[in-house]
């Protein structure tokens, strides 16, 4: 010990390793800080908006009392509905594909386009979409932002998919197989029972990846200031009245901003937490 | 039975097939919608500095520009900060229950959606950066491109931190115990063993970063301010290749508007497969090559 306290060198490099402690310990402690300020702020601005006529109401004019984001929640609902209909059997599919004939061709094909799709900036499927069904369609639509959505979703669902079905021991189709099991069977009735939790965490994932998405929306859905149940109409959606109403002059709609804000984190995280407890509960 | 499982494949490879011919319809819908625009202006599309939509000229250099200073600016806020908290947990945070409290934490805001971090950044940040302009005596417009380069880093830190503790997983422990056992400090460990075995794994989180940094739209769209002119310097307004589609595409004036628009669409899809395609890259080769180098 009496030998090191005097090495200069030594000294040195302790003072070193503690100073670098700090380097990493103050950034991390400021991400931390910002973070946690960032869900606090969205939560104290948000709670003020909160009331049951928030909830139950649609946009009212300006200077008007009351009001509410329904056409939004409905809007809302719809748009992640019609997505993941699109999206989760023909993820499931892919999947399928993926795993079941992985050394074909056309599996590599497809595992190019499921990856470049993860790549495509959102905007661009909104863009793409819009031409493909808005302008043949000739109206904003439900059904067009559903779309654009489930183009989003699709990546997502498709790779974690294809995670759990790879975990299914390969003995379950083995057996059978080997009992006489036709093929597509074996798949349906073993493979995907198998891996169910696992895919619907994928699904959870999928949705919670979109419920926040806005910019596929602006030419898509479009927003609809007006409760709207037809799919082939424009449609209002929670991220799409954050935008229009923080982007509107009036004090009383940025509240409203900062109330629809507080639902959809609330939402996305309450989704998250699902998966992530489902997920341990698994792993127990 | 044998005809059920032959329409058993057929469907997924009819589902197959339905992604290749869907997936090259959008890139095909992209270029023939653009093209009327590339007609008229050309490769000089890329270098032209107006975007005019009363005299139809349009050009996207300012977008390509806005995009580019974003995203760097972004990234080199973001690094150090996203480096820091990713070594904090990959080296020195070994109780598991912490552990998994602050990946639960990273995880749930990388989830918050990025319209809510436009809102959170008017609210927060540009006033901030309003004070620091009338400090500097630049026009003290708020937002801008220095705001949007911030949010936009706060965006992609709970990616990249998590991407670098991902990697430094694969330092084997032995490695990092034998260098330790040999009388190095953790810092030395951190700096000259674990960060080396991993520079290829956190290139390439930085460029998958860069990626999602690229095509992020309804933050930078609410901060930028939305100019169409060349940015000037950090604390100019501007716009993004994907905040000029977002603030014009619906109010577009003409067809010749709109397919610049496209074009601007599939500009940005080409920077980022190029960067995403190079980010993937690395993780493939990278991965092998590291083994048993240091």
């Known amino acids: 010990m009496g030998a090191f306290d005097h090495d200069e060198g030594y000294r040195l490099r302790v003072r070193k390793n503690a100073a670098f402690t700090w380097l990493v310990l103050l950034p991390s402690l400021l991400v931390l800080a910002i973070l946690a300020v960032i869900v606090l702020t969205v939560f104290l601005k948000g709670v003020k908006a909160l009331n049951p006529r928030f909830f139950l109401e649609t946009q009212k004019p300006f200077g008007d009392p009351g009001g509410g984001i329904a056409n939004g929640i409905v809007g809302s609902v719809m748009v992640l509905g019609i997505a993941a209909l699109v999206s989760v059997p023909l993820s499931i599919l892919a999947a399928l594909h993926l795993v079941e004939k992985s050394s074909s061709f056309l599996s590599t094909l497809l595992r190019l386009v499921v990856d470049s799709l993860q790549g495509i900036p959102s905007i661009v499927i909104g863009v793409v979409i819009y031409a493909w069904m808005v302008v043949s369609l000739g109206s904003f639509s439900a059904f067009s932002g559903g779309i654009a959505l489930a183009l989003i979703m699709i990546p997502t669902v498709t790779t974690s998919i294809q995670e759990v079905l790879l975990l299914v021991p390969a003995s379950y189709m083995e057996a059978a197989i080997s009992l006489g099991v036709p093929r597509w069977r074996a798949s349906l009735g073993i493979l995907l029972p198998a891996a169910k939790s696992g895919i619907l965490n994928g699904v959870g994932l999928g949705i919670a990846r979109i419920s926040g998405e806005t910019a596929p929306l602006l030419f898509t859905a479009f927003g609809n200031p007006f409760m709207n149940l037809n799919a082939a109409k424009p449609t209002g959606a929670i991220p799409l009245i954050i935008y229009e109403y923080i982007k509107s002059p009036y004090a009383d709609w940025h509240e409203k901003a900062w109330g629809a804000a507080l639902i959809l984190v609330a939402f996305v995280f309450a989704l998250n937490m699902a998966v992530g407890a489902r997920k341990t509960d698994k792993s127990r | ?294």
């Open chain 2, 1 to 294: 039975m044998i005809m059920n499982d032959k329409i058993y494949s057929g469907i997924l490879k009819g589902t197959a097939i339905l992604f290749v011919v869907l997936f090259s319809g959008f890139i095909g819908t992209l270029a023939t919608n653009s093209w009327e625009s590339l007609e008229i202006f050309g490769l000089g599309f890329l270098s032209g500095r107006e975007w005019n939509p009363v005299t139809v000229q349009f050009g996207a250099w300012p977008f390509i520009l806005g995009t580019l200073l974003t995203s760097f600016l972004a990234l080199a806020i973001s690094l150090p900060f996203s480096l820091a908290t990713g070594i904090l947990l990959g080296e020195y945070v070994k109780s598991p229950g912490l552990a998994r409290f602050a990946s639960v934490f990273v995880n749930l805001l990388a989830s918050i959606p990025s319209v809510v971090f436009g809102l959170w950044g008017l609210a927060v940040v540009v006033p901030l950066v309003q004070r620091l302009q009338m400090v500097l005596g630049v026009p003290p417009y708020g937002v801008g491109i220095f705001s949007s380069s911030i949010v936009l880093a706060i965006m992609i830190m709970p990616f990249m931190a998590s991407m670098t503790r991902e990697v430094l997983k694969n330092v084997p422990e032995s490695v990092r115990h034998g260098a330790l056992a040999l009388g190095m400090t953790k810092q030395e460990v951190v700096l000259g063993i674990s960060l080396p075995y991993v520079r290829s794994g956190i290139a390439a989180g930085v460029l998958l970063a860069l990626g999602r940094a690229l095509g992020e739209t309804m933050a930078v769209t609410m901060l930028i301010g939305n100019a169409t002119r060349v940015p000037s310097s950090i604390f100019s307004l501007g716009n993004t290749l994907a905040s000029v589609i977002a603030s014009q595409f619906n109010e577009a004036e003409s067809d010749v508007h709109r397919s610049a628009m496209m074009l601007l669409a599939l500009v940005l899809l080409s920077l980022t497969f190029i960067i995403n395609a190079a980010g993937r890259k690395i993780i493939s080769s990278g991965a092998g090559r590291n083994h048993g180098r240091i």
